[in-house]
Antibody, heavy 127, light 107 residues
Framework: QVQLVESGGGVVQPGRSLTLSCAAS????????MHWVRQAPGKGLEWVAV????????YYADSVKGRFTISRDNSKNTLYLQMNSLRAEDTAAYYC????????????????????WGQGTLVTVSS | EIVLTQSPATLSLSPGERATLSCRAS??????LAWYQQKPGQAPRLLIY???NRATGIPARFSGSGSGADFTLTISSLEPEDFAVYYC?????????FGGGTKVEIK
């Protein structure tokens, strides 16, 4: 079955870096776009970043632009989120999620719905 | 950035009752809207996409409607497992955005 498993969370000091991973299985990873979505404790959902199936396009939320980098290794079926210059407000559960794509007249589009989601990994930024 | 406003923040209902949740966008998102369900300690789950299409495995008691800037998620008859938080999300424009959520609680 389709499965996404995040790892790499933990407690980190402000200003430091952390890299999250999301291991995918049960589907052809290289055919799907992938996202990171986060949720601060007791709060709502915030989209963080997306990467196209081939890694050629990436978009970020303004709140993380310039500090976070999304990447993927299709040979390892793994998605990454490199987080630099971490702040207290980055404290959250981080989820990876899959999106499907489709072609229209030879152009690839992503539907940008999140299905499924991983179970999440908690990042706490604190001194 | 498109802002999604969900109402009410909390809905107190009994099992078997009908739930009607609203999501209003700050500008038109056409039909590019989804609904998710999140239970405590769990990841969200896609319920509805493109405003009115049920995702795979979602029971028929869940339905979505609307277009443009006003959307509704209806649960026709609440089951015990439906008490949760529900979020709407738009994909019309970058950045992708979510509403603040509606908690459906047991009355």
């Amino acid at each position: 079955q389709v499965q996404l498993v995040e790892s790499g969370g933990g407690v980190v000091q402000p200003g430091r870096s952390l890299t999250l991973s999301c291991a995918a299985s049960g589907f052809t990873f290289s055919s799907y776009g992938m996202h990171w979505v986060r949720q601060a404790p007791g709060k709502g959902l915030e989209w963080v970043a997306v990467i196209w199936y081939d890694g050629n396009r990436k978009y970020y939320a303004d709140s993380v632009k310039g500090r976070f980098t999304i990447s993927r290794d299709n040979s390892k079926n793994t998605l990454y989120l490199q987080m630099n210059s971490l702040r207290a407000e980055d404290t959250a559960a981080y989820y990876c999620a899959r999106s499907s794509g489709y072609y229209v007249s030879g152009t690839y589009y992503m539907d940008n719905w999140f299905d499924p989601w991983g179970q999440g990994t908690l990042v706490t930024v604190s001194s | 950035e498109i802002v999604l406003t969900q109402s009410p923040a909390t809905l107190s209902l009994s099992p078997g009752e009908r739930a009607t949740l609203s999501c209003r966008a700050s500008q038109s998102v056409s039909s590019f809207l989804a609904w998710y369900q999140q239970k405590p300690g769990q990841a969200p789950r896609l319920l509805i996409y493109d405003a009115s299409n049920r995702a795979t495995g979602i029971p028929a008691r869940f339905s979505g409607s609307g277009s443009g800037a006003d959307f509704t998620l209806t649960i026709s008859s609440l089951e015990p497992e439906d008490f949760a938080v529900y979020y709407c999300q738009q994909r019309s424009n970058w950045p992708l955005t979510f509403g603040g959520g509606t908690k459906v609680e047991i009355k």
